[in-house]
């Protein structure tokens, strides 16, 4: 096991921890490959099966109007922004939830304006409003399972405007690779960017008992992950993990 690795399984309490621990990366297609990076970086192998089939939804005449009215559009997920960022006119502030995002961004030619230092919905808000205090309006696009979070942490300032521009799905194929990865005890550890993967992840896996090293991407995902009785661990631990193999 190498130094960084070493350091993480102490902090983690992970007792299974050598260089070849598998690791279960679950977002959306086409969106694991920094995770994967990221993981292999510090010592693990790992496998992709997401929990999150995603189909995009068009802008209906009312909210392509709201849209291009709006001086801030959020994206808190990477599956939306190609849809959305085809339709908004020059001029328009974009604010992004963490670095994958912000490339995604990018990569439509659009440079964002604000990027949070954290992947979850309440740092960025909170970053977002100690940078920008004054009353203005806000387009949100989003899920068909994200919660009112955003919306609630700036109702009391600001104008949000969200809607539905995405299913977030979770296909029949993958939830019987899954129950087959679990069987066969195929991954000690998984990586769960939100709730609902978890929720799905669980769906399956509370029917086996498996000892697994779960992470976290923020403290909202942990925390689903414990109602259930589950130990998480939050990413932040391994990303501090320095060239010195120190945490």
């Given at each position: 096991m190498d130094r960084r690795r070493s350091a993480i399984v102490s902090q983690t309490g992970n007792q299974g921890g050598n260089a070849q621990q598998t690791i279960l990366l679950t977002r959306g297609d086409g969106l694991n490959a920094a995770d994967q990076a990221f993981?292999?970086?510090i010592g693990y192998q790992t496998r992709v099966l997401p929990l999150t089939?995603?189909?995009t939804l068009p802008l209906a005449g009312e909210e392509l109007q709201q849209l291009r009215l709006s001086s801030w559009l959020f994206f808190t997920s990477q599956a939306a922004v190609p849809t959305v960022l085809a339709q908004v006119l020059p001029g328009i502030n974009v604010a992004v939830i963490g670095q994958k995002t912000a490339?995604?961004?990018r990569r439509m030619g659009v440079e964002p304006a604000?990027?949070?230092s954290k992947e979850t919905k309440r740092e960025m808000v909170k970053e977002w409003r100690m940078l920008y205090p004054q009353?203005?309006?806000?387009f949100y696009p989003k899920s068909q399972l994200a919660d009112n979070l955003l919306e609630q942490m700036l109702e009391d300032t600001y104008q949000v405007h969200s809607f539905v521009a995405y299913q977030n799905l979770f296909l029949p194929d993958n939830q019987i690779k899954l129950d087959?990865?679990?069987?066969?005890?195929?991954?000690q550890s998984v990586y769960f960017t939100s709730p609902s993967a978890w929720r799905r992840f669980y769906s399956v896996y509370q029917h086996y008992y498996l000892p697994l090293e779960l992470i976290a991407?923020?403290?909202?995902?942990k925390q689903a992950i414990e109602k259930?009785?589950?130990k998480a661990t939050l990413i932040e631990k391994y990303t501090a993990v320095n060239e010195n193999g120190q945490i």
């Amino acid at each position: 096991m190498d130094r960084r690795r070493s350091a993480i399984v102490s902090q983690t309490g992970n007792q299974g921890g050598n260089a070849q621990q598998t690791i279960l990366l679950t977002r959306g297609d086409g969106l694991n490959a920094a995770d994967q990076a990221f993981f292999e970086a510090i010592g693990y192998q790992t496998r992709v099966l997401p929990l999150t089939s995603i189909q995009t939804l068009p802008l209906a005449g009312e909210e392509l109007q709201q849209l291009r009215l709006s001086s801030w559009l959020f994206f808190t997920s990477q599956a939306a922004v190609p849809t959305v960022l085809a339709q908004v006119l020059p001029g328009i502030n974009v604010a992004v939830i963490g670095q994958k995002t912000a490339e995604a961004v990018r990569r439509m030619g659009v440079e964002p304006a604000f990027i949070s230092s954290k992947e979850t919905k309440r740092e960025m808000v909170k970053e977002w409003r100690m940078l920008y205090p004054q009353p203005t309006t806000i387009f949100y696009p989003k899920s068909q399972l994200a919660d009112n979070l955003l919306e609630q942490m700036l109702e009391d300032t600001y104008q949000v405007h969200s809607f539905v521009a995405y299913q977030n799905l979770f296909l029949p194929d993958n939830q019987i690779k899954l129950d087959d990865l679990l069987r066969k005890a195929a991954v000690q550890s998984v990586y769960f960017t939100s709730p609902s993967a978890w929720r799905r992840f669980y769906s399956v896996y509370q029917h086996y008992y498996l000892p697994l090293e779960l992470i976290a991407i923020g403290e909202t995902t942990k925390q689903a992950i414990e109602k259930t009785g589950c130990k998480a661990t939050l990413i932040e631990k391994y990303t501090a993990v320095n060239e010195n193999g120190q945490i």
